[in-house]
């Protein structure tokens, strides 16, 4: 077994930071959306709650993005195109088919890369996509009076809170699939532990490099 350090004590701070403000978001958003409902926020707490965590969120998505960029973590973020294709195929046949045969990972985790292709993928689009989009659409819907009447036809601040709503919804959605995937591990705790201390534990390390045959000589009399 090998023990590598992935993940720095900034990352791991602006990590919980960024799920505790997210839950809170959902939390809030629901109570808003749902004002009135058992069990949820008033509307006036919801709100300035929200406000709030809003804020937060995108103080801490800038210091991440600003931060993440002159580190060393910012090398996992950077896609293989050479092996993209076939590193999707695995992986993906890997959740979908290979896991629940106890068939072997296709991806091993190293200091160089320790995410896998479909991880790089849905961290690239979650951060420098999704997220940016709730983030201005969340500023745009908190100062709604300054929005034009409309946008593309329709009442901006409809346009605004669509896409403010399906953006919200999609982050949920990756949040759940996050989830399972941290279960994923070499046990169900493994991957929580390692954002937890900093270190993670490989079990498979990666194959040996099969050495390239030297080329035949021909002897000569």
């Known amino acids: 077994m090998t023990s590598l350090y992935l993940y720095p004590v900034w990352l791991r701070l602006w990590h919980w930071m960024n799920a505790l403000l997210f839950l809170t978001l959902i939390v809030s958003g629901v109570s808003m959306h749902y004002a009135g409902a058992d069990g949820l926020m008033p509307f006036a707490t919801a709100r300035v709650v929200h406000n709030t965590a809003g804020i937060l969120l995108t103080i801490t998505w800038i210091g991440f993005v600003v931060v993440n960029a002159g580190s060393a973590n910012a090398r996992h973020y950077r896609i293989r195109f050479r092996t993209l294709i076939g590193d999707l195929i695995a992986q993906t046949r890997y959740y979908v088919i290979g896991i629940f045969r106890l068939e072997p990972h296709p991806f091993h985790v190293t200091e160089a890369m320790k995410f896998n292709t479909l991880q790089q993928l849905s961290y690239l689009g979650v ?50 699939v996050h989830i399972y995937i941290i279960t994923t591990g070499e046990t169900v705790f493994a991957n929580l532990r390692a954002m937890i201390t900093g270190w993670h534990r490989e079990t498979d390390p990666p194959p040996a490099e099969t050495p390239t045959p030297a080329p035949a000589t021909r002897e000569t009399p």
């Open 127 to 176: 951060m420098y996509g999704l997220m940016p989009i709730l983030i201005l659409s969340g500023w745009a819907f908190l100062y709604s009076v300054y929005l034009p009447e409309t946008l593309f036809g329709f009442g901006s601040v409809w346009v605004v809170a669509m896409t403010h709503v399906v953006v919200s919804y999609l982050l949920a959605l990756f949040l759940l």
